[in-house]
């Protein structure tokens, strides 16, 4: 494991370097919260697919082809359709608006109070999508090189942390790019293939595990309308997400580039749920099924090969982590931070000392959550319950008022976590639970209530901007 290890160092090492080049480049807000919003076709899809794309999409998706076959690709294609959606209809108004947070549309539509409610559900999720992947860096580093799992975390999560901090969204960017590249190597054109002949070709693959195996519903249609539910609509609404979009150069370099990235986000899907099913023959009896994906890696790879693809892995945890990461930042430098500061924007110095807060604050909640799956399913239950409804609402009904909007988050949000907890993070009722008691409370909250008369009077100067930036919904 020794060449392994010296893989994975340099591969560490090549980030921080990548990091301090962003660093350079970051010499504005607007460079370090969106890099400059002048990203070209080739950086923008891969920093595009590389976000999405992150631990649980990874690690997960291999998971769950273990478990269910073919169709546990289901996960990464809720992701790739809801990326293809947002390039396609989203991306155009929302970059006319120049603007770097999703909460400052609902401010538009409704007050600053709306901002700042919507600010606190959208921290909620991005710290969590930061640990999901921490969590999975922690996950693989401990089974392959026998790491203690809190030292693995702070080693992993740690490196992410620091280039985040210095160079912000064009750390990201440059880093992002790279792991692209050697997820795309490592995962899809060495991993698998291997996988495969290790097993003994495809029709060997066939032989060895059930028929259900290759059905692509056999994970349950119940699930996948539910994965749907949750990540296609929070790919529609995510800091994360949208806080990339805010990078790109032209809309129509989003609509073509980040199409292309949704449909590569599909392919992965397809990838890491076949490698998983390879497993499922290789290991039959694997005593955890969340290490199903390094312990293929640790069965299947000889040494150099296997610390590529383990880079390969970590480049996949590492960009959606550094995303969810900035995006909390982001949320608590705009959005939550002035408002405790009398209305004063935060500097380039302040960005970056509240990313580093952040991020030891991700890396604290990753020693002590241990499901990659369930954090994602946290962040995302708590993002749709508590935000979807009021952002349509906003788009599409004239009678909706910022106390319905409030009422609906805080209901919609209280609702998702607490299904969570008497139901489990595997459930399909919080998803469901928590739209339903968001969207009664936002309709007769909004009829019980009265719309200001200055709303009234500013509705059509500001539903022109944040209408047309979210009609596509």
Same mark, same amino acid.
């Not at 546990?72 to 293809?84: P, Y």
């Not at 401990?142 to 740690?158: A, D, K, R």
């Not at 982590?321 to 002035?338: F, I, K, N, V, Y």
């Not at 935000?387 to 319905?404: C, D, H, Q, S, V």
């Given at each position: 494991?020794?060449?392994?290890?010296?893989?994975?160092?340099?591969?560490?090492?090549?980030?921080?370097?990548?990091?301090?080049?962003?660093? /350079?480049?970051? +010499?504005?807000?607007?460079?370090?919260?969106?890099?400059?919003?002048?990203?070209?076709?080739?950086?923008?899809?891969?920093?595009?697919?590389?976000? @999405?794309?992150?631990?649980? $999409? =990874?690690?997960?998706?291999?998971?769950?082809?273990?478990?269910?076959?073919? $169709?546990?690709?289901?996960?990464?294609?809720?992701?790739?359709?809801?990326?293809?959606?947002?390039?396609?209809?989203?991306?155009?108004?929302?970059?006319?608006?120049?603007?770097?947070?999703?909460?400052?549309? !609902?401010?538009? /539509?409704?007050?600053?109070?709306?901002?700042?409610?919507?600010?606190?559900?959208?921290?909620?999720?991005?710290?969590?999508?930061? &640990?999901?992947?921490?969590?999975?860096?922690?996950?693989?580093?401990?089974?392959?090189?026998?790491?203690?799992?809190?030292?693995?975390?702070?080693?992993?999560?740690?490196? @992410?942390?620091?280039?985040?901090?210095?160079?912000?969204?064009?750390?990201?960017?440059? =880093?992002?790019?790279?792991?692209?590249?050697?997820?795309?190597?490592?995962?899809?054109?060495?991993?698998?293939?291997?996988?495969?002949?290790?097993?003994?070709?495809?029709?060997?693959? @066939?032989?060895?595990?059930?028929?259900?195996?290759?059905?692509?519903?056999?994970?349950?249609?119940?699930?996948?309308?539910?994965?749907?539910?949750?990540?296609?609509?929070?790919?529609?609404?995510?800091?994360?997400?949208?806080? /990339? @979009?805010?990078?790109?150069?032209?809309? +129509?370099?989003?609509?073509?580039?980040?199409?292309?990235?949704?449909?590569?986000?599909?392919?992965?899907?397809?990838?890491?749920?076949?490698?998983?099913?390879?497993?499922? &023959? !290789?290991? *039959?009896?694997?005593?955890?099924?969340?290490?199903?994906?390094?312990?293929?890696?640790?069965?299947?790879?000889?040494?150099?090969? /296997?610390?590529?693809?383990?880079?390969?892995?970590?480049?996949?945890?590492?960009?959606?982590?550094?995303?969810?990461?900035?995006?909390? $930042?982001?949320?608590?430098?705009?959005?939550?931070? *002035?408002?405790?500061?009398?209305?004063?924007?935060?500097?380039?110095?302040?960005?970056?000392?509240?990313?580093?807060?952040?991020? !030891?604050?991700?890396?604290?909640?990753?020693?002590? &959550?241990?499901?990659?799956?369930?954090?994602?399913?946290?962040?995302?239950?708590?993002?749709?319950?508590?935000?979807?409804?009021?952002?349509?609402?906003?788009?599409?009904?004239?009678?909706?008022?910022?106390?319905?909007?409030?009422?609906?988050?805080?209901?919609?949000?209280?609702?998702?976590?607490?299904?969570?907890?008497?139901?489990?993070?595997?459930?399909?009722?919080?998803?469901?639970?928590?739209?339903?008691?968001?969207?009664?409370?936002?309709?007769?909250?909004?009829?019980?209530?009265?719309?200001?008369?200055?709303?009234?009077?500013?509705?059509?100067?500001?539903? $022109?901007?944040?209408?047309?930036?979210?009609?596509?919904?």
């Amino acid at each position: 494991m020794a060449l392994d290890l010296f893989v994975v160092l340099i591969y560490a090492a090549a980030m921080l370097v990548l990091g301090y080049f962003g660093m /350079r480049k970051a +010499k504005t807000n607007e460079d370090y919260l969106v890099a400059g919003r002048n990203l070209g076709p080739t950086l923008y899809m891969g920093t595009m697919a590389a976000t @999405v794309l992150g631990g649980a $999409s =990874t690690v997960g998706t291999v998971r769950l082809g273990y478990v269910h076959g073919i $169709s546990g690709f289901w996960l990464c294609a809720a992701l790739g359709c809801g990326i293809v959606a947002l390039n396609l209809f989203l991306a155009k108004p929302l970059l006319k608006l120049k603007i770097y947070t999703v909460t400052q549309v !609902l401010e538009k /539509r409704y007050n600053p109070m709306a901002r700042s409610a919507s600010a606190a559900i959208m921290l909620a999720y991005a710290l969590m999508i930061g &640990v999901t992947s921490i969590l999975a860096i922690g996950t693989v580093l401990q089974v392959l090189f026998g790491l203690p799992f809190w030292v693995s975390v702070l080693l992993g999560g740690g490196v @992410v942390v620091v280039y985040s901090a210095i160079g912000g969204m064009w750390s990201l960017t440059l =880093t992002d790019i790279v792991q692209f590249v050697i997820k795309t190597v490592g995962l899809m054109f060495i991993l698998l293939p291997i996988c495969l002949y290790r097993v003994g070709g495809w029709d060997e693959l @066939v032989l060895k595990l059930p028929e259900a195996a290759f059905n692509f519903s056999t994970i349950g249609w119940d699930t996948i309308i539910t994965y749907f539910m949750i990540y296609f609509f929070g790919i529609l609404i995510g800091q994360d997400i949208w806080q /990339r @979009v805010f990078t790109v150069r032209t809309a +129509k370099v989003a609509q073509y580039a980040g199409t292309f990235a949704g449909i590569y986000c599909i392919f992965y899907g397809l990838a890491c749920a076949l490698i998983g099913m390879a497993a499922h &023959v !290789l290991i *039959p009896d694997l005593d955890n099924v969340n290490n199903a994906f390094a312990a293929i890696v640790k069965l299947s790879l000889p040494d150099g090969i /296997r610390g590529l693809v383990i880079a390969a892995a970590l480049a996949a945890m590492m960009s959606t982590a550094s995303a969810g990461l900035l995006a909390a $930042s982001t949320t608590l430098t705009e959005d939550l931070l *002035p408002k405790l500061r009398g209305g004063k924007q935060s500097s380039l110095g302040i960005n970056r000392l509240f990313t580093l807060l952040t991020g !030891l604050v991700v890396l604290g909640i990753a020693l002590v &959550v241990n499901d990659v799956i369930s954090a994602l399913t946290l962040a995302y239950n708590l993002l749709v319950g508590g935000m979807l409804i009021p952002l349509i609402g906003a788009i599409f009904w004239k009678r909706a008022t910022t106390a319905g909007a409030i009422a609906s988050m805080g209901l919609g949000f209280a609702t998702a976590l607490v299904f969570m907890i008497k139901d489990g993070m595997d459930a399909n009722t919080p998803i469901y639970y928590s739209l339903g008691v968001g969207l009664v409370s936002f309709v007769v909250v909004s009829l019980l209530s009265r719309r200001p008369a200055s709303a009234s009077a500013s509705a059509s100067a500001s539903a $022109s901007a944040s209408a047309s930036a979210a009609s596509a919904i």
